[in-house]
């Protein structure tokens, strides 16, 4: 057994295909400080964050037939129809598009079969979902599981950040997947006569088209409607540290050996096609040595797999549960039966979740309509697709703002896509209207010193 005070050692792995808690979390404040400069100057963001995966693929889910259109608009000419079976593979761009018909992939290449494929050169587009479509079906369009193993490229934005502005030494090539360059350009674009007072007056407009269900959820949020859990050793914090994607947090349990779980309340229509929990080998006894994972309505739960950890972590490693599921669960609980050595307690550092997304479009392009912008004169001279690609860079920038703010300001506790974070939001973009206005109203104010002259 183990007891409650037991410390970590906090060794993680230098190597730089697996980063540190604390090189991500400075590499993060790198890229906040350039992207603050970047405002300031009207300049164009870093293109890492910007960054868009040249390819995503595709699988279906059933035998249907997708309408391919020169445009994301169903009333514009339809180009052909394609006719899908469960082997057919769909490769898109990694640029997402959503409007109010519903979300839309730029298409590359259509793979009937392994040995017979079809490319796409001009402008083309299918629907992944319409917004009309019953909340209780998933997507007939999901992305291929491609079991993120280390030897895979880096696909995923956030990781391009933290590669590029980690400080490497000696300098080591990485392995990232090609981005889409067209769609990078269009999200760094500055609109021409941009200012602070622009971005400002965005941020008001997204902040009143928000869901509030999706508060205190961050990576997870698009999948999972609540996150409970069967104690906590923290009750401040509660399941927080499980979706706030830092790995120097934890959830911690509280309770009886053998009777600890997490319990994942799915967004209707998300079909979840990989799984993960984030441990650390640095918590000893803590760790999860047995898992066992369920998927239905509570009381009437079935077992969908069983996860057993034969092997010594010593690093942060990832751990996948579930991968390929087929049908959509309203809830996923994952029971932690055993602990290493006969631990009590568990830790668990983070949830990890890929799945079809059920309906939720984030900001999609119609809420930038003109009838929309009364009330932002600031805004009334840009295109619906200016605003709307601005806000994907907003909420990019809020997204790394948020995972590492709690270290300069110990008392924040919003999680992005909360009103409070876009309301802190507007205002710091008030402060840099200013000469050096953040240096002096934050910085200073928390002992971290900056310059940003």
């Keep these: ?67 391919v259109y020169p445009e994301p608009l169903k009333n514009s000419r339809k180009i052909k129809d394609l006719h ?38 001009n402008e083309a587009w299918i629907q992944q979902f319409s917004s009309k479509s019953s909340n209780d079906e998933a997507p007939v369009l999901v992305p291929v599981d491609k079991a993120l193993k280390r030897t895979n490229p880096i696909s995923n934005w956030e990781e391009v950040v933290e590669q590029h502005f980690a400080i490497q030494l000696p300098k080591k090539k990485l392995d990232i997947m090609a981005a889409d360059e067209e769609a990078v350009d269009k999200l760094r674009q500055v609109p021409a006569n941009w200012s602070i007072e622009c971005e400002e007056a965005l941020v008001r407009l997204m902040s009143q088209h928000i869901p509030p269900e999706n508060d205190h959820l961050g990576s997870i949020k698009n999948y999972v409607e609540a996150v409970d859990v069967s104690s906590c050793c923290d009750e ?5 540290p499980l979706t706030d994607g830092d790995p120097d947090t934890y959830w911690e349990s509280d309770g009886s050996a053998g009777r600890h779980w997490i319990e994942l309340k799915m967004k209707k229509g ?36 069983t996860v057993n950890i034969t092997w010594e972590i010593s690093d942060v490693e990832d751990i996948p549960l579930l991968e390929n599921s087929t049908e959509h669960y309203p809830y996923i609980m994952i029971r932690i039966k055993e602990c290493k050595s006969g631990g009590i307690d568990t830790r668990i550092r983070e949830i990890k979740i890929t799945a079809s997304e059920g309906r939720y479009m984030g900001f999609d392009m119609d ?21 709307y690609r601005r806000s994907i860079l907003i909420q990019r920038f809020i997204s790394i703002l948020d995972n590492v ?36 109203n934050i910085c200073q104010r928390i002992g971290y010193r900056v310059s940003i002259n």
């Design 1 to 67: 057994m183990h007891s409650k005070d037991h410390k970590q050692n906090g060794a993680q792995g230098s190597s730089v295909d697996n980063l540190s808690g604390s090189r991500r979390r400075l590499a993060r404040i790198r890229c906040i400080l350039e992207c603050i400069q970047c405002l300031k100057e009207r300049k164009k963001f870093p293109a890492c964050i910007c960054f868009v995966p040249s390819e995503v693929e595709y699988k279906c889910q059933s035998k249907t037939t997708l309408r």
């Design 84 to 121: 899908c079976t469960t082997e057919s593979r769909v490769v898109a761009s990694g640029e997402e598009y959503c409007n109010s018909q519903g979300k839309w992939l730029r298409i590359k290449r259509f793979r009937v079969t392994s040995n017979e494929e079809e490319k796409f050169d």
């Design 236 to 240: 401040s914090t509660g399941s927080s």
């Design 270 to 305: 998300a079909v979840i096609s990989e799984l993960k929990v984030t441990l650390d080998g640095s918590d000893d006894n803590y760790l999860p040595r047995k898992l066992v994972v369920e998927g239905g309505e509570p009381n009437n739960f079935t077992v969908l797999n």
């Design 367 to 387: 809420v930038f309509k003109k009838d929309n912008l009364v009330r932002f004169p600031k805004l009334e001279s840009y295109t619906s697709e200016q605003l």
């Design 405 to 440: 703010l709690k270290y300069l300001v110990p008392s924040w506790k919003y999680s992005v896509g909360s009103y409070s974070s876009l309301e802190f939001i507007r205002q710091l973009f008030a402060f840099i209207k200013e000469k050096n206005a953040f240096n002096r």
